[in-house]
């Protein structure tokens, strides 16, 4: 018997929080260096730089399109109103973090705790101005939340490329200060009719160009030290999930296991379909990952043989298995 297809009557809508992997161009109108609204992000995207941190679409845009959700505009798109808002609004922001501070030297960026804002004091009002052929209660119910947060609170913390930060180890309290942190945004949607939740760990962030140039001692290995980092940081969010279901009657909170979904691929890259799983296709220097992609960059022609786009980010070839990984988690768990 096939599984259950799920589909706009079942999910009407999806709302994203989190950072540069699913963030639309919220960042576009703001005073930070964190945007990519240039190409040659967008080279493989229907509409272009969009401020997308990918050559395509993101995890988020994967996900919604197999929800059967048109794209999921951006919060700060001043489109993003009215009717236009009905299939859902993504609220990330690269560079963002968990802590309000997290990403500040890049300039302006939008925190989770004022994205969960823009969504319970902006977008849930102006639901109920609108014609919705149910309550804006049931409606939010119905609705998928995807959450993907908490790598740069380490990335532009305790693991910035920095000599002195080699290796220095990340306090335990502040892996429990974070989760305790990231309930609290989470509960706040929540008590705004928030009740579907895919919650995403911690990418393996020893493995991203960037780190693997700055520390790894062979550019066809990830960094252990960072890696170990993500898988802490994945549990402590892993153990925070499973207490939500407990504690708020109704939610269903699914884990999205990135790490280790990402590090098969990573570590078994012909399984996948890719040649090249430690260099980025954009960028510059040792595994093109000391050098931001730009307008200037020469790009692989061969995109989905790459794992990584940048520096930092995955294809939209890498991200596609990631996002058919949390909608057989939904389907598993309706």
């Known amino acids: 018997m096939p599984p259950p297809t799920?589909?706009?009557?079942?999910?009407?809508?999806?709302?994203?929080?989190?950072?540069?992997?699913?963030?639309?161009?919220?960042?576009?109108?703001?005073?930070?260096?964190a945007k990519a609204n240039y190409p040659p992000y967008?080279?493989?995207?229907?509409?272009?730089?969009?401020?997308?941190?990918?050559?395509g679409a993101t995890v988020a845009d994967q996900l919604g399109n197999m929800l059967g959700l048109l794209l999921i505009p951006a919060f700060n798109d001043p489109s993003t109103r009215g009717p236009n808002i009905l299939q859902g609004?993504?609220?990330?922001?690269?560079?963002?973090?968990?802590?309000?501070?997290?990403?500040?030297?890049t300039g302006q960026i939008i925190p989770l705790s004022q994205q969960v804002e823009h969504f319970g004091q902006k977008t849930v009002p102006e639901l109920r101005t609108l014609a919705l052929n149910t309550t804006?209660?049931?409606?939010?119910?119905?609705?998928?939340?995807?959450?993907?947060?908490?790598?740069?609170?380490?990335?532009?913390?305790?693991?910035?490329?920095?000599?002195?930060?080699?290796?220095?180890?990340?306090?335990?309290?502040?892996?429990?200060?974070?989760?305790?942190?990231?309930?609290?945004?989470l509960k706040k949607l929540y008590s705004y009719g928030?009740?579907?939740?895919?919650?995403?760990?911690?990418?393996?962030?020893?493995?991203?160009?960037?780190?693997?140039a700055f520390y790894s001692n062979d550019t066809n290995q990830c960094y252990e030290h960072h890696n170990e980092v993500s898988r802490k940081f994945s549990a402590k969010i892993k153990?925070?999930?499973?207490?939500?279901?407990?504690?708020?009657?109704?939610?269903?909170?699914?884990?999205?296991?990135?790490?280790?979904?990402?590090?098969?691929?990573?570590?078994?890259?012909?399984?996948?379909?890719?040649?090249?799983?430690?260099?980025?296709?954009?960028?510059?220097?040792?595994?093109?990952?000391?050098?931001q992609c730009s307008p200037v960059s020469l790009i692989?022609?061969?995109?989905?043989?790459?794992?990584?786009?940048?520096?930092f980010h995955p294809t939209e070839a890498a991200v596609k298995f990631l996002a058919k990984e949390a909608y057989d988690g939904l389907v598993q768990s309706m």
Request: with cysteine; glycine share 10%; charged share 15%.
């Open 89 to 105: 609004v993504s609220y990330a922001s690269s560079s963002s973090g968990i802590l309000n501070d997290t990403g500040a030297q």
């Open 239 to 291: 153990t925070m999930v499973q207490q939500l279901n407990q504690d708020l009657p109704g939610a269903s909170i699914l884990y999205l296991d990135i790490y280790n979904i990402a590090k098969k691929a990573i570590d078994n890259p012909s399984d996948y379909g890719f040649k090249y799983s430690h260099t980025a296709c954009c960028g510059g220097g040792r595994a093109n990952g000391l050098v």
């Open 42 to 55: 967008g080279v493989d995207f229907p509409l272009g730089p969009t401020g997308r941190f990918c050559n």
């Open 136 to 185: 804006v209660e049931d409606f939010l119910a119905n609705s998928l939340f995807f959450c993907n947060n908490g790598n740069n609170d380490f990335l532009k913390n305790y693991l910035l490329p920095n000599g002195n930060l080699l290796n220095q180890e990340v306090p335990p309290e502040f892996y429990d200060s974070l989760a305790h942190e990231y309930s609290i945004r």
């Open 6 to 33: 799920l589909g706009s009557l079942q999910i009407p809508a999806m709302f994203v929080f989190g950072d540069s992997l699913v963030d639309p161009g919220n960042n576009n109108p703001l005073y930070t260096f």
């Open 300 to 311: 692989c022609p061969k995109r989905a043989e790459y794992f990584f786009w940048d520096p």
């Open 194 to 212: 928030a009740r579907k939740f895919i919650v995403s760990g911690l990418a393996p962030l020893g493995c991203i160009p960037m780190v693997i």
